[in-house]
């Protein structure tokens, strides 16, 4: 079956470490998405990438990096710059302009 | 005014009730409309797109009122695996304030139901 796939589920990091949170999809869609989300909270665009070797910051792009060195690949980098890190961290992509998201299953990162 | 607005709930809704709840947007050129249902700590999943002949899955109506500038979600018999929180995404111009891709999410409905 197509789909997303965020690893790991859960991630626990020290601060000041960079942490890399991984998404695949299988789905052949161009766009791929980062969002963050807090509890209580919407979801918040980090990046976004239209197509391979392209990628644009989001609303909140601060203390992350993100690659897209291939069409299924997009990973996150959190560096030890983001100020608030701990969040539930979703990755998504779609097929076109008008086309609805889908989303991985999400990553949980806890800094302390 | 914010660009996707959602009343956050919590709606408290007996079993086998009618339920509805509406989601307004700012950018009078926004293009597509979605319903998502996002279950505590888990991912959203797409429940509707929304056309604007209104549509219907099972259960499930999605309307747009393009004049008014909201879509609708209206859930006949709930059941109680309905209870999640409900999020409106609107595809908008990002230079009408839409998010950087011009999706833009609202904060959800709480809809809690109850046996």
């Known amino acids: 079956d197509g789909g997303i796939t965020q690893s790991p589920k859960y991630l626990f990091r020290k601060e000041g470490q960079n942490v890399t949170l991984s998404c695949e999809q299988n789905l052949n869609h161009d766009a791929m998405y980062w969002y963050r989300q807090d509890p209580g909270q919407g979801l918040r665009l980090i990046y976004y990438?239209?197509?391979?070797?392209?990628?644009q910051k989001g609303d909140i792009a601060e203390g992350y990096s993100v690659s897209r060195e291939k069409k299924e690949s997009f990973p996150l980098t959190v560096t030890s710059a983001q100020k608030n890190p701990t969040a539930f961290y979703l990755c998504?992509?779609?097929?076109?302009?008008?086309?609805?998201?889908?989303f991985g299953n999400g990553t949980r990162l806890t800094v302390t | 005014r914010k660009e996707v607005e959602q009343d956050p709930g919590p709606f408290n809704v007996p079993e086998g009730a009618t339920v509805a709840f509406n989601c307004t947007y700012s950018?009078?050129?926004?293009?597509?409309f979605f319903w998502y249902r996002q279950d505590c700590r888990k991912e959203p999943k797409l429940l509707m797109s929304?056309?604007?002949s209104g549509n219907e899955d099972g259960r499930f109506t999605a309307q747009l009122n393009r004049a008014s500038q909201y879509i609708s979600l209206l859930i006949r018999d709930s059941k109680l695996s309905d209870s999640a929180t409900y999020l409106c995404v609107v595809n908008m111009a990002r230079s009408s304030g839409g998010g950087a891709d011009g999706l833009t999410f609202g904060k959800g409905t709480h809809l809690i139901i109850q046996p």
């Open positions: 990438s239209q197509i391979v070797n392209d990628f």
């Open positions: 950018n009078s050129a926004s293009q597509s």
């Open positions: 998504a992509s779609r097929e076109g302009t008008n086309s609805p998201l889908h």
């Open positions: 929304v056309y604007s």
